[in-house]
């Protein structure tokens, strides 16, 4: 299944580092790991992502591939928006989750986010 995730850049140079073969652990506030079914939808969090004032304004959007199997196992949260549906992996899953990525992790979009006061993404 290909999922996709808004992310800041500094989530999105933890990926890097990791040569696009997987996603750095969560932090404490950070219970839950969320994956978009929707690419606009990720790209439309990513536009309005909120980032921190000290914090690089740039947002990304990335697609990942994730075995089937392995995804089936987290049920689809906002059923009823299409565009922001997604699953929900516990943080202590995230590891697990990229021993079960298919490929490398892609840069879909970058975006400038000139402002601190936009939409709290989710996870």
């Given at each position: 299944?290909e999922?996709?995730?808004?992310m800041?850049?500094?989530?999105?140079?933890?990926?890097?580092?990791k040569?696009?073969?997987?996603?750095?652990?969560?932090?404490?506030?950070?219970?839950l790991?969320?994956?978009?079914?929707s690419q606009?939808?990720?790209?439309k969090i990513?536009?309005h992502?909120?980032?921190e004032?000290q914090?690089?304004?740039?947002?990304?959007v990335?697609?990942?591939?994730v075995?089937?199997s392995?995804?089936?196992?987290?049920?689809?949260?906002?059923?009823d928006e299409?565009?922001y549906?997604?699953v929900?992996?516990?943080?202590?899953?995230?590891e697990?989750?990229n021993?079960?990525?298919?490929?490398?992790i892609?840069m879909?979009?970058?975006y400038?986010v000139?402002?601190?006061?936009?939409?709290?993404?989710f996870?």
């Amino acid at each position: 299944m290909e999922l996709y995730r808004p992310m800041s850049a500094e989530e999105y140079k933890a990926v890097a580092a990791k040569e696009f073969r997987g996603f750095p652990p969560r932090t404490e506030e950070q219970p839950l790991f969320a994956a978009l079914l929707s690419q606009t939808g990720a790209e439309k969090i990513a536009k309005h992502m909120r980032i921190e004032k000290q914090a690089e304004h740039i947002a990304y959007v990335v697609s990942f591939l994730v075995e089937d199997s392995f995804i089936r196992q987290f049920p689809v949260q906002h059923d009823d928006e299409p565009d922001y549906r997604a699953v929900w992996i516990p943080a202590e899953d995230v590891e697990l989750l990229n021993q079960h990525l298919i490929g490398k992790i892609r840069m879909l979009e970058r975006y400038t986010v000139d402002r601190a006061d936009g939409d709290v993404f989710f996870a």
